[in-house]
């Protein structure tokens, strides 16, 4: 039954089928087949997975993002970023990071990021000279920051699966977060030493601390959140709903929100959180399936069979986690493969909120590697510069990215001091 499910699921992917459609339609057939007296799982597992209050921070969260990037604060955090950094080789690579490690306390969206940032910094870098691979592979890479750096729509749902406290995931991410960036820009610079690439000009302090006043309502953000939700003064949900307010506040502030804008932010919003839903729901189905037939158990025999070392069985699993992330979206592997991976790192020992950092990377490396490579499709698509364009590039900045995860891996502070110092 689990070789047929799997082997129905590959199948449909690669004919071109939608994720979604692929994981419903494998379960369906597979329950069909062996047991059809089971078919009231699926309506029920659609629902059941979705009855969650944590989940309601999604869409508010998506929210937040959205009005706070139409409220004026994308230009403001560009003019922030170059300001600190633009006079480094490579200066416009550097802005770009930079714009999505702030963008990221603000939206926990990498798609969201991607989508804003590539609008207006591709064509930016383009105009001064950079080549399109260099412009698309910086744009898409740094996005991925978006769901490490909290708040992060992500790492709520992989609260949602394990029960981890969301606080401390949201801090965790903190020092990865800002790993990713720096390995980001140190790519960057060897491209800007090795192709020409110029630099801006330095900025005086007095510049820095007028562009850092304007952009200060909206770096208070992630501030607020995370103090609310460690400080128990709110939960994750209604952390988001005090999001959506305090992005409102800041747009009216800025004085660049208007109702037709605030209209066009709502349908968006509730497309893509029908999109995130949609993906969790059908795969808490093939996960309901994978579980019956006892596919967590057979992994841990496997696994454990190897070694007994958990960093051993770590490495594995990255491994594993790197190869899914080039053919599964991200989200939908979260979804999968968390419920089955999750007991085995706590049977092993091994820190849950340290894995849960690695699980992030690893997805984050897959969201920019082809074929799927989700935000290296929404960065090419927002900017028209077709995917063969970017080259090898994107690989480049990927296997920085798989640096950073593998000192995650090995180095249980560089994700477990920040929770532990703030939340003992």
């Not at 510049?207 to 992630?222: D, F, R, T, Y």
Request: with cysteine; hydrophobic share 60%; proline share 5%.
């Amino acid at each position: 039954m689990l070789v047929l499910l799997l082997i129905q699921f590959l199948l449909l992917m690669v004919i071109g089928l939608p994720i979604v459609f692929a994981m419903i339609l494998s379960s369906l057939s597979v329950l069909t087949i062996s047991s059809p007296s089971f078919l009231f799982v699926i309506p029920q597992r659609l629902l059941f997975s979705l009855d969650s209050y944590s989940l309601l921070a999604v869409p508010l969260f998506l929210l937040a993002g959205e009005v706070m990037n139409i409220g004026g604060i994308t230009r403001r955090i560009i003019v922030f970023a170059d300001s600190l950094v633009g006079h480094i080789k490579g200066g416009m690579c550097h802005v770009n990071i930079v714009i999505s490690m702030v963008f990221a306390g603000v939206s926990g969206s990498s798609t969201a990021d991607a989508a804003a940032v590539s609008s207006v910094m591709v064509p930016a870098m383009l105009e001064q000279g950079y080549d399109e691979d260099i412009a698309v592979s910086v744009t898409a890479a740094s996005s991925t920051i978006g769901p490490i750096i909290p708040p992060s729509i992500p790492l709520i749902i992989y609260s949602s699966i394990t029960g981890l406290s969301i606080g401390r995931l949201f801090l965790a991410g903190i020092i990865p977060g800002i790993l990713f960036g720096l390995s980001m820009m140190v790519v960057s610079y060897i491209y800007a030493i090795k192709r020409g690439y110029p630099s801006g000009r330095r900025r005086t302090l007095k510049e820095i601390s007028k562009n850092l006043v304007s952009v200060l309502p909206a770096l208070a953000a992630p501030l607020v959140i995370l103090i609310g939700i460690v400080g128990g003064i709110f939960t994750a949900t209604e952390a988001g709903g005090v999001a959506v307010l305090y992005s409102l506040i800041v747009g009216l502030f800025y004085g660049e929100l208007s109702l037709e804008k605030l209209r066009q932010v709502l349908i968006k919003t509730g497309k893509n959180t029908a999109i995130i839903l949609i993906i969790i729901a059908a795969s808490s189905v093939l996960g309901w399936i994978l579980a019956v037939n006892q596919f967590p158990v057979m992994l841990t025999d496997f696994l454990t069979g190897i070694s007994s070392n958990a960093h051993v069985i770590v490495f594995i699993i990255i491994a594993i986690l790197l190869i899914v992330g080039l053919f599964i979206e991200g989200l939908a592997a979260m979804t999968i493969l968390v419920p089955v991976l999750a007991p085995i790192i706590v049977l092993l020992g091994y820190d849950p909120i340290q894995f849960a950092m690695v699980f992030l990377l690893c997805m984050s490396i897959g969201a920019i590697t082809p074929p799927v490579g989700l935000l290296l499709f929404v960065t090419c698509g927002v900017t028209n510069i077709p995917l063969k364009n970017v080259k090898h590039t994107i690989w480049v900045f990927a296997l920085g990215m798989l640096v950073i995860t593998i000192m995650i891996a090995l180095f249980p502070p560089l994700s477990t001091f920040v929770p532990t110092f703030f939340m003992k």
